[in-house]
């Protein structure tokens, strides 16, 4: 899918591990092995890879699937233990206090995606390895290093309060 960013075309693809259709509304999966998200996480743009993908599906990035209209967003968690598979929907059924339909999910997401592509286009923009440390659920991520996250924290606690 291509999004017409402010400078140049931006391409975002994804690679599916399931989508089904059902009567003309889309269903993605993704199967965890660890644990899934949380709805709020998806909703709020932490979490969008459903709701990107999707979002693709919509545009017609997906050969053979039309321009499907989202139906659900749901994470299949597997482990080798008993019972098998549990199913996690989270679509955000009319019993939770912060439902919303799917499609305001996924314009959501790629809204959250325009602005970010906007962001990054400004020369003056750094390029953070952590945008949003108070919601990191583990103590260091994959760009820290680049960072010197790790150099910078310990540092900043030997030198105590001022």
């Known amino acids: 899918m291509e999004i017409d960013a402010p400078r140049e075309p931006f391409r975002l693809s994804a690679r599916a591990d399931r989508l089904e259709l059902h009567e003309g509304r889309l269903t993605v999966m993704d199967f965890k ?13 932490f979490s969008p890879q459903l709701s990107l993908t999707a979002a693709i599906a ?11 209209e989202p139906g659900q967003l749901l994470y299949v968690t597997v482990t080798g233990r008993r019972p098998p598979a549990q199913e996690f929907d989270r679509s ?20 959250g995606l325009n602005r970010l592509i906007g962001t990054y286009e400004r020369p003056d923009q750094a390029y953070v390895s952590r945008s949003a440390p108070q919601f990191a659920q583990r103590a260091f991520s994959d760009y820290d290093h680049l960072a010197r996250v790790r150099e910078w924290s310990v540092a900043d606690e030997a030198e105590g309060p001022e």
């Open 92 to 111: 955000g059924d009319a019993q939770k206090t912060d439902a919303q339909p799917i499609a305001t999910t996924v314009d959501d997401a790629l809204e």
């Open 33 to 45: 092995t660890g644990a899934a998200p949380t709805w709020k996480q998806v909703r709020t743009g």
């Open 58 to 68: 919509r545009a017609g990035g997906f050969p053979g699937l039309g321009t499907p």
